[in-house]
């Protein structure tokens, strides 16, 4: 049966909205659903890359802070499609509306309450679950994003902004520490990534070279950009793109209409092959790299980091304010 829920308005702040479940669960005061609203959301903008962006005072501290890419997305779906898939909805907590998308925090929970999950996708670096009662969750990573199943939603991590409880016990958590990154429930999984401009998934079988030969012919954007426009390809980030285009040894600067047909065609095998080893092998753009076969750039990518290949120490600079790392030697950079 599903749960209804009734809205009061705490008297005590004015900004925090409390839920509470009437029928069964009404005795249990300490599980209440709390939303807390900020009394002035700041503005979103959409970022080049599609996620939403809000400002806040720590987005200055760290500017290139690295973001969850396809790799890391594919794990968060393994860990949805593994703990979550199947199991009634029993609650949900918003911890930090501003996560959310369009939907408003209580219509995202009536939605959500005894409700399951049946199918996991990812698009690039966006996350889908079917709703069996119809709809998707949409969850996008932004900058700190990560997903966590916990047996014991006691134990909720720090800068939980959204809880999932199902009935049987077990909480699918979306932790994010900057609020960077996007919780929303949209209608229909494709209309959603039309809506958000996403080039095919980097991963995707019908993305063959001549469908990625089209994507990018032509272009005169320095190659390590093209490879992040997520209009074009979804799913690769900073990070990947450097691993990409050392494997290919190739110089991120590199004009994309100034490769060799031989060059585009070994760019696009490696970017498969870079790829599909990182979600083979269980690795992130910063979370187990050490998973990534010898010879990879990404436990180097640092400071005074060495190429793998020639030792050379590697070049660091910036490409459209992002920071490339690539050897002077091995990509000609
Ligand atoms: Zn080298």
């Known amino acids: 049966m599903r749960p209804k829920s009734v809205l009061t308005r705490s008297s005590a702040a004015s900004n925090k909205i409390v839920t509470a479940p009437t029928e069964r669960r009404a005795h249990k005061i ?5 939303v807390v609203r900020p009394r002035m959301s700041p503005p979103a903008s959409r970022r080049p890359d599609g996620a939403y962006r809000k400002a806040s005072s720590s987005d200055h501290q760290t500017k290139d802070a690295e973001m ?4 890391d997305v594919e794990g968060f779906k393994r860990v949805l499609a593994k703990s979550a898939l199947g199991k009634t909805i029993d609650q949900v907590v918003v911890n930090d509306a501003r996560i959310l998308g369009k939907l408003p925090a209580r ?6 309450n005894g409700s399951k999950l049946i199918e996991a996708r990812r698009h690039g670096k966006h996350l889908m679950a079917h709703v069996d009662r119809g709809g998707w969750l949409t969850l996008h990573f932004g900058m700190t994003g990560a997903l966590q199943f916990l047996r014991k939603p006691d134990n909720e991590p720090p800068f939980t902004r959204v809880r999932i409880d199902f009935s ?12 960077i990154g996007r919780v929303d429930l949209v209608e229909d999984a494709a209309d959603f990534v039309a809506g958000e401009n996403l080039g095919p998934d980097a991963l995707d079988r019908r993305f063959d070279f001549d469908a990625f030969r089209a994507a990018v012919f032509g272009s005169k954007r320095d190659v390590k950009a093209l490879l992040m426009d997520q209009k074009v390809i979804a799913g690769i980030g900073n990070i ?3 691993e990409i285009l050392f494997r290919a040894r190739i110089n991120p600067a590199e004009r994309t209409d100034k490769l060799a047909p031989s060059q585009l065609k070994h760019l696009f095998s490696v970017m ?8 083979a092998r269980g690795a992130g753009s910063e979370h187990f790299i050490d998973r990534l076969p010898e010879g990879s750039l990404l436990p180097e990518r640092r400071k005074g980091g060495r190429c793998p290949h020639c030792r050379s120490v590697l070049k660091v600079f910036k490409i459209g304010g992002r920071t490339a790392y690539c050897c002077p030697r091995c990509q000609k950079c």
């Open 240 to 242: 990947y793109s450097d």
């Open 107 to 112: 219509a995202f929970i009536s939605r959500l």
């Open 272 to 279: 498969r092959k870079v790829l599909r080893t990182a979600v």
């Open 168 to 179: 049987d016990d077990g909480s699918l958590v979306y932790i994010n520490k900057r609020m």
């Open 68 to 71: 969850p890419e396809l790799p």
């Open 30 to 34: 300490a599980a209440w659903t709390r």
